[in-house]
């Protein structure tokens, strides 16, 4: 499964953030 979750602390846009076992973590901008 893959766990997505809003962080947004670097920017004031908000960053999805992928957590997935073996391709670690991928950021998307939304």
Known sequence: MIKAYIEA?????????????K???RIADV
């Open 23 to 25: 391709e670690g973590v």
């Open 9 to 21: 602390k670097y920017d004031f846009r908000a960053h999805i953030i992928y957590i997935t076992g």
